[in-house]
């Protein structure tokens, strides 16, 4: 069975931090590519950064420079390294797979930035 867990989410004031952390268990791990998605209210889910398992990385425009994403293929971990947080970047934060059993998403966990 095919597993994603979120953690790390949280309130946070502007400018701060966070880091994001994903568990995967169920298939081999560092073949795939990962990534994490965020979903404010009335707002469709959208691509925030996502990593191949040969450590390729690609993030959207409004986080570049701000986040990283990184991976580590013995734990079986996915993180997201959030700095210069902004209100806007509230919202909840989902960790995805894609593997060849098709994608998978974690539970999700909140990310609140206050101004």
């Known amino acids: 069975q095919v597993q994603l867990v979120e953690s790390g989410g949280g309130l946070v004031q502007s400018g701060g931090s966070l880091r994001l952390s994903c568990s995967f268990s169920g298939l081999n791990f560092p073949d795939y590519l990962m990534g994490w998605y965020r979903q404010a209210p009335e707002k469709q889910r959208e691509l925030v950064a996502d990593?191949?398992?040969?450590?390729?990385?690609n993030y959207v425009d409004s986080v570049k420079g701000r986040f990283t994403i990184s991976r580590d293929n013995v734990k079986n971990t996915i993180y997201l390294e959030m700095n210069s947080l902004r209100p806007e970047d509230t919202a909840a934060y989902y960790c995805?797979?894609?593997?060849?059993?098709?994608?998978?998403w974690g539970q999700g966990t909140q990310v609140t930035v206050s101004s």
């Open positions: 995805r797979a894609n593997t060849f059993m098709g994608t998978f």
């Open positions: 990593i191949t398992g040969g450590g390729t990385t």
